[in-house]
């Protein structure tokens, strides 16, 4: 919401109040408008919030964002053709816990204003043309089911054909457990697709956002060629909580934490959402192919030393 | 009734226990009151039919219970069984031996010589403790992988063995990467040119399970388990309440029949009534029939014939609405 319909409201609200008993601005409209750092406890004003990338300026905290931003966020506008956008998940278990699976899905829809997990679609990124795939975690946080897996293989193939770079952005709290086993096989499935996509050559990064567990991690989000975490993601396998009551022991303040990831090598760079999309950018140029394959076996390798001079120049 | 006794009864074995132990204290008085035959025989006839009726009536959280019998056979049980003479291999060429992942050469006759992999779980407390009650730790999926990729280089078709509560979630784990060490087991399963056959003979503890279970062809035994969470952590997580373990394991379809169905996996081996603890060498014969006759088809393939099959059963595994 903008500033001038926030006034229109607020207007709107005076001349209600006017008129009626004094009621106090619903939950929903003041939520709406403020947000409090989950960090530093400061309170934002949402569209400060929103044009900053949804992170806090005042300490840095980067929120969880939906898929529908992160995607206004990275790539050129109006360049995202998404694949699959109408692909939703069955109940294959006919599954029901304390409510059932079809009824969750129709409230996740509602509550995340999305219709799974993972969108998927190809973009250009300054110029580049990319297959991009977002994960939402507002969508049963993220979980990898039927379609997630479907999508993301999809997305990979996509890429093969296209012979361009593959992004995933991973948040997730893992594998979608009223899909049972079929939820399992969907890491396979994604590595599976993944093996064919690493001998064209392309570049896959992955990027690691708050929070991404469990099956995600133990499949596609770990094995980009290259791998980014957001600052102050969470990333592993076993969430901290199983681990503590199976060690027994505290765990480190950081334990998790992308920073701690990167001192222990799980990934290639802490990098802060408003520095992502240029980053991407050199990586893609670094990685551009310069000639195809049948070009490279043209050129005698006794002068090969003196091409890559040219090429790097 | 030795069987019974020397065994430790399951919850839902009770009742046949109890009848066992009545039929022994029957027996013991026979000698001096020979009247008593008749009793003797009709609760024998009872014990035989309660039998017979509590095992085809299993719920999977009795299923559950069985699948994770401290008595069942373990990766080396069937090792040893099938390969007397099994040449073991150990670790991952980077410091460290995971107990909890076994493999090494078996020659399963008729010219069939095999990379088998495995967890294990441990028989006493020593030994639990020491194969870290079937976890591996990320090192324990290298050295699996490091097996993988011997069978590929000497065209070896590989069998594995799934018996595992999961990967082991710790802070050493964590640290070393649990997550990508069964993500590239995934990617590199799925490439070999090789013929790889998966047996779950116990529990299929999720991503600690599949790390070894990316197959052309997988089997469970018919009291085996596969989950994608424990049936305990999904009844955590979805009901918050410990108590619906039984709930949890009926809605996850976690036992081998519904898994049959759900296109998952090709076939179901059949266990001695009881389960496997009461005759492992039955079970182990079967087991070993089983993967003989998947592998006997798969050889004849071509290396790309059998990377493609493998890829494309994994590809078509999913249920889905388009609208
Ligand atoms: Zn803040």
């Known amino acids: ?313 | 009734m030795a069987e019974v006794k020397r065994q430790v009864p399951l919850e839902f074995e009770k009742p046949l226990s109890v009848l066992a132990q009545q039929i022994d204290n029957l027996e013991a008085q026979l000698q001096e009151q020979p009247d008593l035959e008749p009793e003797l025989r009709h609760l024998k006839e009872q014990y035989t039919s309660l039998r017979k009726s509590l095992y085809s009536n299993l719920r999977p959280i009795d299923r559950l219970a069985i699948a994770r019998h401290p008595e069942r056979p373990y990766t080396r049980d069937y090792f040893e069984r099938w390969d007397s003479q099994w040449i073991e291999l150990h670790g991952d060429r980077h410091g460290t031996d995971d107990s909890a992942m076994v493999g090494g050469l078996l020659d399963l006759g008729n010219d069939l010589k095999v990379i088998a992999v495995g967890t294990q779980k441990g028989r006493n407390i020593k030994e639990k403790q020491s194969c870290n009650f079937g976890m591996p730790q990320p090192e324990g999926y290298a050295k699996a992988l490091r097996l993988f990729k011997h069978a590929e280089k000497f065209g070896l078709p590989i069998v594995t063995l799934i018996d595992t509560p999961g990967a082991y979630p710790g802070l050493a784990a964590e640290e070393h990467n649990q997550a990508q060490a069964i993500a590239i087991n995934l990617l590199e399963l799925s490439g070999l040119t090789v013929p790889v056959v998966a047996v779950v003979t116990g529990e299929g503890g999720s991503g600690g399970a599949l790390a070894i279970g990316v197959a052309n062809r997988i089997l469970m035994l018919e009291h085996s388990v596969y989950s994608v969470i424990s049936p305990e952590g999904c009844a955590s997580i979805l009901w918050r309440s410990a108590d619906k373990v039984s709930d949890a394991a009926q809605s996850m379809k976690i036992t081998a029949r519904e898994i049959l169905e759900l296109g998952v996996i090709d076939g179901i081996i059949t266990e001695p009534l009881g389960g496997a603890h009461k005759d492992p060498e039955a079970t182990a014969k079967a087991a070993k029939a089983a993967i003989v006759s998947q592998l006997s088809e798969l050889v004849k393939l071509s290396g790309s014939e059998v990377r493609h099959d493998r890829q494309h059963k994994f590809r078509s595994m999913g249920k889905w609405r388009d609208q």
């Open chain 1, 1 to 313: 919401m903008d500033l001038k319909d926030w006034f229109a409201k607020r207007r709107e609200r005076r001349e209600r109040e006017n008129l009626e008993v004094k009621q106090l601005l619903p939950t929903e409209d003041y939520c709406a408008l403020w947000k409090r750092c989950f960090q530093c406890r400061e309170l934002l004003y949402t569209r400060d919030l929103r044009s900053n990338l949804q992170v806090c300026p005042h300490c840095q905290y980067h929120f969880c964002i939906g898929a529908p931003d992160r995607i206004e966020q990275l790539c050129d506008p109006g360049t995202f053709e998404e694949i699959d956008a109408e692909m939703r998940s069955s109940d294959p278990l006919e599954f029901i816990d304390t409510e059932s699976y079809r009824k969750r899905q129709v409230a996740a829809e509602k509550k995340s204003g999305v219709v799974e997990a993972i969108m998927t679609g190809t973009c250009k990124m300054n110029g580049h043309l990319t297959a991009l795939g977002v994960m939402d975690f507002a969508f049963f946080g993220g979980s990898m089911g039927s379609v997630v897996g479907e999508k993301v293989a999809r997305l990979v193939e996509r890429a093969i054909e296209l012979s361009c770079p593959l992004i995933i952005i991973s948040s997730s709290g893992g594998a979608r457990m009223q899909e049972g086993i079929l939820s399992l096989m969907q890491l396979a499935k994604t590595s599976s697709a993944l093996k064919s996509y690493y001998e064209t050559g392309n570049l896959y990064i992955s990027i690691l956002s708050e929070p991404t567990f469990g099956g995600v991690t133990a499949s596609f989000a770990m094995l980009g060629d290259i791998i980014i975490a957001e600052p102050g993601a969470r990333v592993g396998f076993a969430g901290r909580r199983v681990i503590e009551q199976t060690i027994r022991q505290k765990l480190p303040a950081d334990f998790q934490t992308a920073e701690y990831l990167l001192k222990h090598g799980q990934v290639d760079m802490v990098i802060h959402r408003n520095e992502l999309k240029d980053m991407l950018t050199k990586l893609f140029e670094f990685h551009q192919k310069k000639n195809s394959d049948k070009d490279k076996t043209l050129v005698p390798s006794s002068s090969l030393s003196s091409s890559k001079k040219a090429g790097g120049k």
